[in-house]
């Protein structure tokens, strides 16, 4: 008997169960396939980290003595899709069994189930392992409510999974939430920690990838990529953060700076969503140097809610409204990405920054996605399923369930309220006083009309004329709707007409 055992590219855990012993009759399979590079243009970091930390895995697995079939992306057997290739494998290891674990995308979770509801052989899905939450905990928790509250499902995973709870089941510190706390400026002092990634040479793998014809976009630094390969590489990186970063974490959460890209975030979103690293350790971590004396609780308890808090629930939120989820767009906007998101050539500081980076690194930190990127995309009325697109390829981190609830649901309320209480937009004012990005910047962040005026201005208060309608009556949007209110006819109109002006020339900003 031959068990085929097939592990994703996003499966990377050497501790899962199905590696604690021996296992004979089992051939471990990996594959490096054109469906999974071509289902949206990705950066090239993206493909090629997961796939250089595809065959470390492999390496791994052969070491400790598995069998292991691993299909690259220049096999001549390759028959680039999933379900061709385990049609091959099964032929070739006379396979009478097939196991998957589970796929967190829902795409691969049907076209896994129906491969296998196909076969003739048995076939069975088993638990990744990996997460803290089952895929419809979420749905459970809110069944039959219209609000959903991320913060109610975090305070019920604080207390079920005993993290940062005191002797009497109460929250340490007297509070659940510390995020009062965590909104610093940064101004370069203290310095932001060393990059202390690991450095690759993958120069090979990259010529075989571009070989088979896989299209990427952004910068490939095959030569000196910093993701990580493995988990020992992983474990570095988060001890690195723990000491160096972590204390200031909170502190600096929501800065942005034109100098510093990494700023005191961790950067384990890759080695956290391969699964090199379990949520738990990262969590236990972080929580050892808050009662080691080490990190500041509201530094621990903020980054803990991101992992414990955010991961979980948009996880559970994509299972439960998916696949209708991927469709949604509330106020129904069409405008296409313009050209500058493939190149970050705009003249506006603040967007040329952050699409540089995330085309120079694959990777732009929370609030450049959400408070520059996702916000003006917002504003513009950009179609959010070309711009959730547009996210899918361009993040080292990004899979379909964590990307694109935080596309759709949190960053362009697409989903018309779901996820986020309220639509994430600003004006000038904010990007100015969490950056340095509007120094420096050829428009005016005080102006609001003109052309040299910054074009966030006119956008945002254009925004909620337009949407009174359906965001008027939400409570956390009042102070925003009697400030339009006390504007003139005049200014509204000539907020329109700027609006206008400003999106005409979109291309040129
Ligand atoms: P840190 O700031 O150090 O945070 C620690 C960890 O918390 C992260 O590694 C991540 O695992 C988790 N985390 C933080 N915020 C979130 C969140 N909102 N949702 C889920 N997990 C979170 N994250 C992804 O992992 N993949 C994505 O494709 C992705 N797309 C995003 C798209 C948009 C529009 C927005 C606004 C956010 C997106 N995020 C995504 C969430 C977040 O921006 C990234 O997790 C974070 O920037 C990764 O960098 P880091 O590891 O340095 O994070
Ligand atoms: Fe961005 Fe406007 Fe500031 Fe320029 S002035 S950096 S466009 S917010």
Not at 235 to 242: G, N, Q, R, T
Not at 338 to 348: A, L
């Amino acid at each position: 008997m031959t068990e085929l055992r097939l592990v994703l590219g996003d499966q990377l855990s050497p501790r899962h169960s199905w590696f604690d012993a021996a296992a004979p009759d089992a051939v471990y399979v990996l594959m490096e396939v054109r469906q999974e590079t071509d289902y949206v243009r990705h950066h090239a970091q993206k493909i090629i980290a997961i796939f250089a930390a595809m065959r470390d895995f492999a390496r791994h697995l052969r070491e400790q003595g598995h069998r292991v079939d691993y299909i690259a992306i220049d096999d001549p057997a390759n028959r680039q899709s999933l379900t061709a290739n385990l049609d091959l494998l099964i032929e070739r290891h006379g396979a009478t069994r097939l196991a998957w674990q589970a796929p967190d995308e829902w795409r691969l979770d049907r076209q896994l189930a129906d491969y296998a509801a196909s076969q003739t052989i048995p076939a069975q899905m088993v638990d990744s392992e990996h997460f803290l939450s089952a895929r419809d905990e979420v749905a459970e928790q809110f069944a039959g409510r219209k609000q959903w509250l991320m913060e109610s499902f975090y305070r019920r995973m604080r207390q079920q999974h005993g993290v940062l709870i005191d002797g009497s089941g109460k929250p340490v510190g007297g509070q659940w939430n510390f995020d009062a706390d965590n909104r610093k400026p940064w101004a370069g002092d203290p310095p932001e920690p060393q990059d202390t990634r690991p450095r690759h040479d993958h120069s090979a793998l990259w010529q075989a990838i571009k070989a088979s014809g896989a299209g990427s976009f952004g910068a490939p630094h095959e030569q000196d990529l910093r993701w990580p390969l493995n988990r020992d590489e992983a474990l570095a990186m988060l001890d690195s953060f723990i000491h160096h970063a972590l204390p200031r974490f909170g502190d600096f959460q929501d800065a942005m700076s034109s100098k510093a890209a990494q700023l005191f975030h961790s950067l384990l979103s890759f080695a956290l969503n391969v699964k090199m690293l379990h949520p738990r350790e990262v969590i236990d971590a972080a929580a050892s140097a808050y009662h080691g004396g080490h990190a500041p609780l509201a530094a621990v308890e903020g980054f803990i809610r991101q992992i414990l808090g955010w991961r979980e629930y948009v996880r559970g939120v994509y299972w439960a409204r998916m696949p209708d989820y991927a469709s949604v767009n509330h106020f129904g906007h069409d405008l296409p990405l313009p050209d500058w998101f493939w190149t970050g050539k705009t003249r506006m500081r603040c967007l040329g920054h952050a699409l540089e980076q995330s085309l120079d690194r694959a990777h732009a930190h929370h609030i450049q996605r959400l408070m520059i990127i996702g916000n003006f995309a917002l504003l513009a009325g950009i179609d959010p399923q070309a711009l959730h697109r547009w996210y899918l390829g361009v993040y080292i981190d990004a899979f379909e369930w964590v990307e694109l609830p935080n596309t759709l649901g949190m960053s362009q309320y697409a989903d018309g309220g779901l996820l986020a209480t309220k639509p994430y937009v600003s004006s000038a004012a904010y990007i100015h006083r969490m950056s340095d990005y509007c120094r420096g910047c050829r428009y005016d962040r005080k102006a609001r009309i003109g052309k040299d005026a910054c074009p966030f201005n006119a956008l945002y208060w254009d925004f909620f004329e337009r949407n009174q309608a359906r965001l008027a009556a939400n409570h956390r949007l009042g102070h925003t709707y009697r400030q339009l209110e006390k504007m003139t006819p005049q200014d509204r109109s000539a907020i329109r007409q700027q609006a206008d002006y400003v999106l005409a020339n979109i291309e040129v900003l």
